[in-house]
């Protein structure tokens, strides 16, 4: 398996964008975690999700974010619209639940927003 | 609600001497607790693994150990080496299945 694919490695963009976050977690797992990293606030929980159900949003930050997951292979983080304070790397996790089993993180994706 | 802290942002020790990594949580009762290492530019990679029931952990020259009445783990690397320079996170298993990180101690190892 190739592990957590997240895309794009970098993205750049304006004030007020619509930003995409993609992630496929490793296949058969049935957990799926995104994170926002900062210096300042170090590496937070957004959401999770279990069996394609998300079970805790109380990270997300604002009303301008949001996490879909379509299936047990594809996962979206949404920032509409984008701010410069979003500017931080984000990274998608995966994990076999009930095992209470290690997380596998993905490469990232750092978020600049101009 | 949920706290955790590691010890200190930044530790710096010499080639082959142990580092300790103290991470404390308070206002839940983890049933147990991972350790992961993150290098710059890269996603953290997990280390070991202790559950409740069990106190001491090892891998190599990785130690674990938990004390949920203390509610305190400690992470030790013996014989250091410049290689183990990088960022160690800890993460108390939470209840519904979530993993909730520390902020990490830097940890620098000196030739």
């Known amino acids: 398996d190739a592990g957590v694919i997240q895309s794009p490695r970098h993205e750049v963009t304006e004030m007020g964008q619509e930003v995409t976050l993609r992630c496929k977690p490793i296949?058969?797992?049935?957990?799926l975690f995104w994170y926002r990293q900062t210096m300042m606030r170090g590496l937070e929980l957004l959401i999770y999700?279990?069996?394609?159900?998300?079970?805790?949003d109380s990270g997300m930050p604002e009303d301008r974010f949001s996490a879909k997951m379509p299936n047990a292979s594809f996962s979206t983080l949404k920032i509409q619209p984008s701010e410069p304070r979003d500017s931080a790397v984000y990274f998608c996790?995966?994990?076999?639940?009930?095992?209470?089993?290690?997380?596998?993180f993905g490469q990232g994706t750092r978020l600049t927003v101009v | 609600s949920q706290k955790i802290e590691q010890n200190s942002e930044a530790l710096n020790i010499q080639e082959g001497k142990t580092a300790t990594l103290t991470c404390n949580y308070t206002?839940?009762?983890?049933?147990?607790l991972q350790w992961y290492r993150q290098d710059p530019g890269r996603g953290p990679v997990f280390l070991l693994l202790?559950?409740?029931?069990?106190k001491e952990k090892r891998k190599e020259r990785l130690k674990v150990t938990f004390d949920t009445t203390l509610k305190q783990s400690l992470f030790h690397i013996t014989a250091s080496q410049p290689a183990d320079s990088a960022t160690y996170l800890c993460?108390?298993?939470?209840?519904?299945?979530?993993?909730?990180f520390g902020k990490g101690t830097k940890l620098s190892v000196k030739p």
């Open positions: 996790a995966s994990s076999l639940v009930y095992t209470r089993a290690e997380a596998f």
């Open positions: 296949s058969g797992h049935n957990s």
């Open positions: 999700f279990n069996n394609n159900v998300p079970i805790d």
């Open positions: 206002n839940y009762s983890p049933a147990y």
């Open positions: 202790i559950r409740e029931n069990e």
């Open positions: 993460a108390p298993g939470g209840s519904q299945g979530n993993l909730i």
